[in-house]
């Protein structure tokens, strides 16, 4: 009967450590609005942009659940014709995003 209770003591004490260091990751990875203007992550865009909305669509849910980062720059690094048309439409609807080339990074940064 002492191994059971010692087995459920040592459990809670594992979620418990898990739950104090989650919160100290969360914090310091999802902080507050004035640190979320700040970060901004880059999206490489090649071909025909596939998988870019998909990509647009995960990196909607981080920002939107966590606060993430603030901007995503959609870099053009090769799209074709019809990758530039889709990644613009794309990034219309998106005021977060914007459609760059890769010269252009830094006008953003």
């Known amino acids: 009967m002492q191994l059971w209770q010692d087995g459920i003591v040592a459990m809670l004490a594992a979620i418990g450590l898990a739950s104090i260091i989650w919160t100290v990751v969360r914090a310091a990875l999802f902080a507050g609005p004035e640190r979320r203007r700040t970060v901004t992550a880059l999206l490489p865009a090649r071909g025909n942009g596939e ?19 603030g901007r995503v720059l959609v870099v053009d690094c090769g799209l074709s014709e019809e990758g530039r048309r889709l990644a613009g439409l794309l990034v219309r609807d998106r005021r977060w995003a914007s459609l760059c080339v890769r010269e252009e990074i830094g006008q953003y940064l």
């Open 51 to 69: 998988g870019l909305e998909e990509q647009l669509r995960a990196l909607q849910e981080l920002r939107r659940e966590g606060g993430a980062f």
